[in-house]
């Protein structure tokens, strides 16, 4: 719980006073205040904050004026100041201030600035003499005061917080959502694009914010789709060698490869695609992954899913002329030739035997780990013949983690489909159980208001709407409006030990928050009985550990007999 205080005695009077004067508009004008510990931003003027979170009791900032009164934050975010962009100042929101008030000392401290008072306005000038910030000084009330809608950056997402209701009551909540919103990606390549090419795009999320809670997001859920074995010769005790370098020229275009019976079965999602085979597509020049979903492989399917990604790079400008692909039956077919032929391909076929000359191969491992850390955040009763319509948005997300290789500045998918706006096309974890609203037309009076499914990807063909698949009818809808019901995300990762921390952090914030005033009369023994449910969970709990201790108490003798039958099955296995 943090407090801070405003020490002007008559701030509020004056703030009124500078509302109404004629001099300044009534919306956007802020007042400096030295006696004020912070930025203070007023409910009217919440437009200049980017980044919105909504407090809970655990985070709420609570100010205290001159004349004793008490206000509390509603929202938290991050204001920028023109002459300053690249300084994002914290500004906490009230709905019971009736001005915003800029802490003078606040600015200079975090701009590393000099504040002039003069009687003419304020300046703040920084390490080269220029004036950053500016404002001048109300000659009825002494005040001085900036225009906010001169002086700050006005942010396009400050309606987030309305737009999606999500399940979350914290700021690390939210770091979490949109990191499995992108698929469990790995948190390196979350971080560095969070600092590149999706900086300021991600609503509430900045490269700061995800890496003060990078703890949280790097879960179990991540590892079960990116963890690798251990590369060779780290720290090696070897000599090291002079090496040569060897230049590089690009020489492809479109690289094509086809998973076959054996690459799905190391996949260990053949059970997941139910027949289902993935032709995967890369391109060398905009860096970026496309798949092909076919049913067999035969020449028909085979050469129908190429057409197929040959016609989505053509309608992206990017028309391939040199292809490498490498020897399945199916693509020496004259059929897949002569439509190369035709459409004036050159195919550059890798050696047999030697697919890692195929520079698809890295990909297609990028692309096989993000799919399987996908499906691993889905919910536990999502139908696994429902994973088909999750191909859009794991394409969707694997290339906006991806960086393009022409401009550094922006992700693979924004070179091809232009930049993806999060609050036109909001997003979030596949597979999350969802409510879908049902429209009064289409219930009865007393029915259900909603029917549950699953989330299966953002509608870009509408403004603020989603993909999801009903439940009852395995059928997929369009809704506008939805409420969210996370399984994954709520528990942090599948074993029980972090279900339980997740369970006493929200415990804790509950007693914590309660208050003399909330125990009455006549809710002391309600009290009472939570206190006596409680003590009896804590006593279950030391039950089971001790029985669990006093079971794995197993004697030397017994624990050698258990490996030796282990070692005999096994033998008797390989004979």
């Known amino acids: ?29 802020a007042t400096a205040d030295s ?33 004793g009164s008490v206000m509390s934050s509603h929202a938290t975010g991050d204001m920028t ?22 802490g003078v000392g606040a600015i200079v401290d975090k701009a590393n600035v000099k504040a002039v008072l003069s009687t003419d306005g304020i300046q703040f000038i920084n390490k080269d003499g220029d004036v950053v910030l500016s ?16 002086h700050v950056h006005r942010p396009t997402d400050h309606h987030a917080l309305s737009v999606r209701p999500l399940p979350m009551d914290s700021v690390g909540d939210l770091v979490a959502w949109w990191h499995a919103s992108f698929g469990y990606p790995v948190v390196s390549t979350f971080l560095r694009a ?3 090419w999706l900086k300021d795009k991600i609503p509430g999320v900045t490269l700061e914010r995800a890496q003060k809670y990078k703890k949280q997001i790097k879960c179990i859920t991540s590892a079960k789709g990116h963890l690798n074995q251990t590369r060779k010769n780290a720290r090696s005790t070897q000599t090291k060698t002079d090496s040569y370098s060897r230049t590089r020229t690009q020489k492809h275009n479109i690289i094509v490869h086809l998973i076959t019976d054996q690459e799905r079965n190391d996949m260990d999602i053949a059970h997941l695609l139910h027949d289902k085979y993935l032709m995967v597509f890369y391109s060398h020049g ?19 899913a190429y057409k197929q990604g040959v016609k989505f790079f053509e309608s992206k400008g990017l028309k391939p002329n040199v292809q490498r692909m490498d020897n399945y039956s199916a693509f020496l077919a004259p059929a897949f030739t002569e439509f190369q032929a035709n459409n004036d391909i050159t ?18 491992e990028t692309a096989k780990h993000h799919i399987i850390a996908s499906l691993a955040g889905t919910d536990p009763d999502f139908p696994m013949k429902g994973i088909k319509h999750l191909m859009p948005q794991m394409e969707l997300t694997l290339n906006l983690l991806r960086q393009a290789r022409k401009n550094t500045k922006m992700s693979a998918w924004e070179q091809l489909h232009g930049e993806y706006d999060f609050n036109a096309h909001p997003l979030g974890p596949m597979g999350c159980r969802i409510l879908s609203h049902d429209k009064p037309e289409n219930r009865e009076s007393w029915g259900l208001h909603g029917t549950e499914g699953f989330y299966i990807g953002p509608s870009l063909d509408h403004y603020r709407c989603y993909e999801v698949l009903i439940q009852s009818t395995n059928r997929t809808r369009t809704t506008d409006t939805l409420s969210w019901h996370p399984d994954m995300l709520s528990t942090k990762s599948s074993c029980s030990l972090a279900r339980l921390r997740g369970a006493i952090q929200v415990v804790t914030r509950a007693i914590t928050s309660v208050g003399p005033g909330d125990i009455t009369h006549q809710s002391r023994q309600e009290f009472s009985s939570l206190a006596n449910s409680l003590s009896t969970l804590t006593e279950a709990l030391r039950t ?6 006093a079971q794995q108490r197993v004697s030397p003798m017994t624990g050698q007999h258990t490996c030796l039958r282990t070692a005999s099955t096994a033998s008797n296995h390989r004979k």
């Open 1 to 29: 719980m943090n407090h801070a205080y405003v020490c002007d005695k008559q701030i509020t009077n004056k703030a009124s006073s500078i509302l109404d004067s004629p001099h300044h508009p009534k919306q956007l004008m």
């Open 35 to 67: 006696g004020a510990s912070g930025i203070y931003i007023a409910k009217q003027d919440m437009a200049v904050v980017s980044n919105p979170i909504l407090d809970t009791p655990s985070t709420m900032t609570h100010v205290q004026a001159a004349e």
């Open 81 to 102: 100041f023109k002459g300053m962009p690249d300084i994002p100042f914290k500004a906490q929101v009230f709905n019971d201030l009736q001005s915003t008030l800029l």
């Open 135 to 150: 404002g001048p000084r109300c000659a009825n009330t002494g005040l001085w005061s900036i225009d906010l809608q001169a």
């Open 194 to 196: 969070l600092a590149t």
């Open 286 to 304: 905009g860096n970026y992954i496309h798949i092909e979903l076919l049913d067999a492989t035969t020449e028909f399917h085979v050469l129908r």
């Open 347 to 364: 195919v550059d076929r890798v050696p047999p035997g030697q697919h890692r000359r195929n520079k698809a191969e890295r990909c297609i």
């Open 544 to 549: 089971k550990v001790a029985a669990a201790v």
